[in-house]
């Protein structure tokens, strides 16, 4: 199916630990984004892409990595997971700079 | 630096009124676009409407419109005809590289 899709919907893993959230996009589109969305609030940007291997750090960088080898992936990792970082995550992907991006439905990850 | 900012954390009326949201950012540029987003309580962010700054002619898609003033840097969104399904946050994106966003405003549609 076309879209962008996120693994897993839920995660609970405990301090300390090493998470990765995946992202998958069928549109072959550029720019891909990480997003987290604390209970209540706006989105903040963690990381973006303007293509494979070209990554930024956005305003919230700190205590994660991404990667993007392939076009489709932008897998984000938690290195070592501490509570702050409990949120709901965002993927999202667009075709170019100015167009609208597309979202993921979100994983909302728990950190125990 | 550029900024989005939606003045109004949240905001309640009743099913089948009028309700306009605010958003007012901050820009150097004269190219480029705006984004209205919703997210219901399912999560899911659902492009509502968009306006490129090129065009004079507010965007319009069905019940929702925007009203776009360019020297103030305002974008505004208006639903007609308000409905319960409307309830949600909303979201004002000013597109460029990286996007920015502003902090949302839940609408809350009364019955």
């Known amino acids: 199916d076309a879209g962008i899709t996120q693994s897993p919907r839920y995660k609970i893993t405990e301090t300390g630990r090493q998470v990765t959230l995946m992202c998958h996009q069928t549109?072959?589109?550029?720019?891909m984004f990480w997003y987290r969305q604390d209970l209540g609030h706006g989105l903040r940007l963690i990381y973006y892409?303007?293509?494979?291997?070209?990554?930024d750090k956005g305003e919230v960088s700190d205590g994660y990595v991404v990667s993007r080898s392939k076009t489709e992936n932008f897998p984000l990792t938690l290195e070592s997971a501490t509570r702050s970082q409990t949120s709901v995550y965002f993927c999202?992907?667009?075709?170019?700079?100015?167009?609208?991006?597309?979202f993921g439905q979100g994983t909302r990850l728990t950190v125990v | 630096a550029q900024t989005v900012t939606q003045s109004q954390p949240e905001m309640s009326v009743q099913e089948a009124e009028t309700v306009t949201l605010s958003c007012t950012y901050d820009?150097?540029?004269?190219?480029?676009?705006l984004f209205w987003y919703k997210q219901p309580p399912s999560r899911q962010m659902i492009l509502v409407i968009r306006?490129?700054?090129?065009k004079q002619q507010n965007a319009t898609e069905n019940r929702f419109s925007v009203n776009f003033q360019k020297a103030a840097k305002s974008f505004s969104l208006k639903i007609s005809d308000s409905q319960l399904g409307d309830t949600a946050m909303y979201f004002c994106?000013?597109?460029?590289?990286?996007?920015?966003w502003g902090a949302g405003t839940k609408l809350i549609i009364k019955p």
């Open positions: 994106a000013f597109m460029k590289w990286p996007p920015i």
């Open positions: 549109w072959s589109h550029s720019y």
């Open positions: 892409s303007a293509a494979a291997d070209i990554t």
């Open positions: 306006q490129e700054a090129y």
């Open positions: 999202a992907s667009s075709a170019n700079q100015f167009t609208e991006a597309f």
């Open positions: 820009t150097s540029e004269n190219n480029y676009y």
